[in-house]
């Protein structure tokens, strides 16, 4: 293919697949989608220029589906969640497209988990299109295109977006940051210990839900009332938008489900359904888009300035020897960064 020209226009490649990606062909969409979210993963210079003229084509019919952000501990049932919610949403005309979030192999860089092979009964539906991505190592497990992806997967006409993270370290605060709902799932014994709950994710969660919950219903109802109590005292002494006094909004509710046995997944897209339609109403969708999308810009800016730092020829020369002598102690990492930073400039 031949690179697009410095304005943005397309070239004859880019604007096939731009095409392939909103055209009725149900095979070439699929097709033109990965090879979409492949070009917008590659760290090649050539490569990056014709995705960002994509990216700016597909960008005017995205934005119209439901982002809706999925993480939990491993082990909470998350993939078999995600499959038993796409089924049902299919089931009722949706079209569901996720995006499955792996950690990257140390080794390869590539994806471990394989969350495709653990949804088999969603990853045939034609309706449904699944993408694992590899972490990359980047900050909180949240690949680094996954908003470029869900604008791809959203112009191709997906109107239902999840998001699932690996759910360790800040991936929690990250997928919040990129979606119009961030559900937290928790195993029916969670409320036993909530020393062992993140306050910080706790405050994020729009919805808990307390999946496996046929395991032990005793003790999920029990985590329930608890994590419920928290989530209102949270409410009150913390985050504004959960503030329970505020009858306009949404307040954070806990379900209990178990999505193996399939019970209660229709309660939950119910109780989505309600959030979505208050904060439309509201204007606070649109205005939690507009403010992710600036700061999307804005941790661009920070990822470009620091590639462009990092291949800057006078820093390259000087970084590996400053950093022996910071790691030595005999010059402060301050100091160090100052002179780095004049180098730069």
Partial sequence: MTSPSNDGTLEAGEQRLCEQVLGRDPVLRRRAIAKTITLLESTRPDHRLRADALLNALLPHGGQSFRLGISGVPGVGKSTFIEALGLHLIAQGHRVAVLAVDPSSSVSGGSILGDKTRMEQLSIQEAAYIRPSP????????????????IVCEAAGYDVVIVETVGV?????????????????????????LQAIKKGVMELADLVVINKADIDVNAATRARAQ????????????????????????????LQLSALKNTGVSEFWQTVSRYRE????????????????????????????????????????????????????????????????????
């Fill in 278 to 345: 208050l904060q439309q109403r509201s204007g606070r969708l649109a205005a939690r888009r507009h403010a992710q999308d600036e700061a999307w810009m804005w941790e661009r800016i920070d990822a470009g300035l620091k590639a462009l730092f990092r291949s800057h020829a006078q820093v390259r020369e000087a970084l590996a020897p400053l950093t022996t002598e910071v790691r030595a102690g005999r010059v402060a990492a301050s100091v160090a960064a100052r002179r780095l930073l004049d180098l730069f400039h």
């Fill in 169 to 193: 370290g800040q991936s929690e605060t990250a997928v919040h940051g990129m979606t119009d709902m961030f559900c937290l799932l928790q195993l029916p014994n969670a409320g036993d210990d």
């Fill in 227 to 254: 994590i419920t109590s928290a989530l209102r005292l949270f409410g009150q002494h913390g985050n504004p938008e959960h503030a329970h006094h505020l009858e306009d909004l949404w307040h954070p509710e806990v």
């Fill in 135 to 150: 972490s990359g190592g980047t900050l909180g497990g949240v690949a680094e295109r996954t908003r470029e992806a869900m």
